[in-house]
């Protein structure tokens, strides 16, 4: 069974703060990562990808990949209360994979 | 470029009715998947399709479902009969290929009583 596990939250952070929000999947033949934001009632909406070790930045996002780890994350810089919502991370080997996804509060 | 369309939006239904859930993809996309979300299981994965042709059902419940993708613009997930643990929201996405970045529709939120 192909997973994917993410802490299930909620993460409380102050607005203007670092949010930091992580992924671990067990399929070792993962090729390429991505995270979803999904506000209440609303559908997945992408936020980033990232095929390769290492950071990949994009505005206030940044995604990290650590393949010998087996491990994603997405730092979410200068945190906006727009920001809150569920953060879903996905990969995908034979097959797309996401995990629980973590939802983040920022707080004015 | 629209993006993936669904209908419809909310539907609710006894049980024991057939229920049947539409998408269109994205214009090019050649590939096709079908979600089920709900708080307890989160997003699953029940079935998708490249180029048509179903690939992978073994996210599909049981036998009352079943989908169908007669040609690259529209798919159908159907359910027969209906039960209450099907109530969900249900997403079709959408990719330019299998690997890829997936598009997802608003969603149909099915409830079944």
């Known amino acids: 069974q192909k997973e994917v596990e993410q802490n299930s939250g909620p993460l409380s952070v102050p607005e203007g703060a670092i949010a930091s929000l992580n992924c671990t999947y067990s399929?070792?033949?993962?090729?390429?990562f991505f995270w979803y934001r999904q506000y209440s009632g609303k559908s997945p909406e992408l936020i980033m990808f990232?095929?390769?070790?290492g950071d990949k930045e994009d505005g206030r996002f940044t995604a990290q990949l650590n393949k010998a780890s087996q491990y994603v994350s997405l730092l979410i810089r200068d945190s906006q209360p727009s920001d809150s919502a569920t953060y879903l991370c996905?990969?995908?080997?034979?097959?797309?994979?996401f995990g629980p996804g973590t939802r983040l509060s920022v707080l004015p | 470029d629209a993006g993936v369309i669904q209908s419809p939006r909310h539907e609710v239904t006894e049980m024991g009715q057939e229920v049947t859930l539409r998408c269109k993809p994205i214009?090019?996309?050649?590939?096709l998947f079908w979600y089920r979300q709900t708080m307890m299981r989160g997003l699953e994965l029940l079935i998708y399709?490249?180029?048509?042709?179903?690939?992978?059902d073994s996210g599909m419940p049981e036998d009352r479902f079943s989908a169908k993708m007669p040609n690259a613009s529209f798919s159908t997930l159907k359910i027969q009969p209906s039960e209450p643990r099907d109530s969900a929201v249900y997403f079709c996405?959408?990719?330019?290929?299998?690997?890829?970045?997936?598009?997802f529709g608003p969603g149909t939120r099915l409830l079944v009583l």
């Open positions: 990232i095929y390769s070790n």
């Open positions: 996405a959408s990719s330019f290929r299998h690997q890829e970045t997936q598009y």
């Open positions: 214009s090019g996309h050649n590939s």
């Open positions: 399709f490249n180029n048509n042709v179903p690939i992978d």
């Open positions: 399929d070792r033949g993962s090729q390429s």
């Open positions: 996905a990969a995908y080997g034979q097959n797309f994979v």
